[in-house]
C-alpha cells in the first residue's frame, strides 16, 4: 500500500489549517450556496440537482480530492406578479452528500435541509433552514508512517467516528442582491459516536460561520455583471475571504475570477446549455509555497433542473 511520508503530512496539516478545511474547500459555490446554508433550498422553481468533482493541489501526494450531490427542490410555490416573478411565501426541502478524501483521512457527510420563504416587501424575500445529518471521519492508519512510537495510530487498521452535523442558516434576498449568514457543525463533538475503546485522535469538529454577499446589475440588456463576496470564521484558525466576479452573456454563457485571500486565485467558465443541464468548471492556481509542488486545482460541476415546467435556463434568484 502506498505510503505517505511524513514531511508532505506535516505539510498538508499546516495548509489544511490555514485554511480551515475541515468542511471541503470549493472554488464555485456561489453557483451553489446550498452547500454553506440550509435557507437556500426550494429558491428556485424547479428541482435543482448538482453533482461537482475537485481536484486539490494537483501533483501533491494525499492533496484533497472532494466529490458531491445536492439536490432541493420548492414545495407548494406559487407566483405573485408576473412583473416581478416574487415567490409567495413557501417551503423547499434538499439533501446534501459529501465525500473528501486528504490523505489517509476520508470524510463523508449526508445531511437533510428544510427552508420556509417569506416575501417581506414586493421585491424583497426572506427564507430561513435548517440542515442535519451525520459526518463520519475515518483514518486509515495503514496509509501512514509513523516516527514517534507511541502514536495511538500505530499498528494499522482505522479509527472512525461519527458526529451529528447540525447547520441553520438565514437567506435575505430579491432578483439584484442576496446577504446569507450560516453556521455549520454547530454542535462540534456533542453528538459523537466513538467506540469507548477508541483513543482520541485529531477527528474533532469546529464550528464554522460563513457570511455571504452579491449583487447583480446589467450594464447592457446582455450583459448581466455579479460582484460577491464570502467571509469564512472557523476558530481556531484565521479568518477567509473570497471575492468573486462573474459576468454573464445573454444569461447564458458566463466567465468568472475569483480570489481566496493567500491562497489562491481561480477563473471560472459556465454555459447554461438548456432549460435541463448547466455545465461549469474552474481552476485555482495556488499562491502559497504550495505552488512549488502543485500544479493548481481542478473543479468541474454540472447541474441539472428538473421539474422546470417555466423551461428557465439561467437562474432567477441563485445567479
Known sequence: MHKILFPVLVLLATALQAAAQQRPQYSQYMLNNFLLNPAIAGIEDYADIRVSHRRQWVGLDGAPVTSYVTAHTPLNKGFGSTRYHKALAHHGVGVVFHTDKTGPLRRTGLTGAYAYHLPVTHAINVSAGVAAGLIRNAINAGELQFTNPNDPLLGGGSINNSVIDLNL??????????????????????????????????????????????????????????????????????????????????????????YRHKDALAAMVGVYVSPLLDVSYSYDAT?????????????????????NDRRIICPQWIW
Open 169 to 258: 442558516g438565514l437567506w435575505v434576498y430579491s432578483q439584484n442582491f442576496s446577504i446569507g449568514v450560516s453556521g455549520a457543525q454547530l454542535l462540534e463533538d456533542v453528538g459523537s459516536f466513538r467506540a469507548a475503546t477508541e483513543r482520541r485522535a485529531v477527528l474533532d469538529l469546529q464550528r464554522h460561520y460563513f457570511i455571504t454577499g452579491g449583487y447583480r446589475f446589467s450594464p447592457t440588456d446582455d450583459l448581466d455583471v455579479v460582484p460577491s463576496v464570502m467571509l469564512k470564521l472557523a476558530d481556531p484558525s484565521p479568518a477567509s475571504v473570497d471575492v468573486n466576479l462573474r459576468v454573464l452573456y445573454s444569461k447564458q454563457f458566463w466567465v468568472g475570477a475569483s
Open 287 to 307: 499562491l502559497s509555497n504550495l505552488n512549488r509542488v502543485s500544479a493548481g486545482t481542478h473543479e468541474v460541476v454540472v447541474g441539472f433542473k428538473l421539474l
